[in-house]
T-cell receptor
């Protein structure tokens, strides 16, 4: 069966510091991968998606970036965090288009 | 107009009640529809897909009205454990749009 991992589970970082969040998927090949952010009390905002290694599409301009160095690994990064980057970051995977997505447990980021 | 709109609630209902949520979407070319459930501070989890003919899974019934561009979720015989936020999701190829969610609280 497929599983998706995210780490860390929680993170507190000062403004201006870098960020690296990692997501890995097991049990499937060539998944579509997604990064979402959910601000407190708000809906999910799609940040990036990837249909293959090295292929990244960005949904919104921001100070975040994403990379997919391996088939089942998706990384979200920032060089300098802003206060507005605080939120619940969720990684998801799917197979085929269109298809239901399955979410990882998320990383709760607080920028102070 | 938002791409996917839901009544944010909260819906506060007693155990055993029937409750219905609606969701409207703006993209008439949308192809797939889902309901997700999200518990507080947890990730969304797929509750059910929504098919054109309507579908049922136990106490949950989902329906799609393409002409009016809305989907619905009906929960019968509500349980305390049904308390959560329910997210409507509309998908077109790789473009998946989430509603902001409807919060449900089932009370004893």
């Amino acid at each position: 069966s497929q599983t998706i991992h995210q780490w860390p589970a929680t993170l507190v970082q000062p403004v201006g510091s870098p960020l690296s969040l990692e997501c890995t998927v097991e049990g499937t090949s060539n998944p579509n991968l997604y990064w979402y952010r959910q601000a407190a009390g708000r809906g999910l905002q799609l940040l990036f998606y990837s249909v293959g290694i090295g292929q990244i599409s960005s949904e919104v301009p921001q100070n975040l970036s994403a990379s997919r160095p391996q088939d089942r690994q998706f990384i979200l990064s920032s060089k300098k965090l802003l206060l507005s980057d605080s939120g619940f970051y969720l990684c998801a995977w799917s197979v085929g288009l269109p298809a239901e997505q399955y979410f990882g447990p998320g990383t709760r980021l607080t920028v102070t | 107009r938002k791409e996917v709109e839901q009544d944010p609630g909260p819906f506060n209902v007693p155990e055993g009640a029937t409750v219905a949520f609606n969701c409207t979407y703006s993209n008439s070319a949308s192809q797939s529809f889902f309901w997700y459930r999200q518990d507080c501070r947890k990730e969304p989890k797929l509750l059910m897909s929504v098919y054109s003919s309507g579908n049922e899974d136990g106490r949950f019934t989902a329906q799609l009205n393409r002409a009016s561009q809305y989907i619905s979720l009906l929960i019968r015989d509500s349980k305390l454990s049904d308390s959560a936020t329910y997210l409507c999701v509309v998908c077109d190829n790789n473009d998946m749009r989430f509603g902001a969610g409807t919060r449900l609280t089932v009370k004893p």
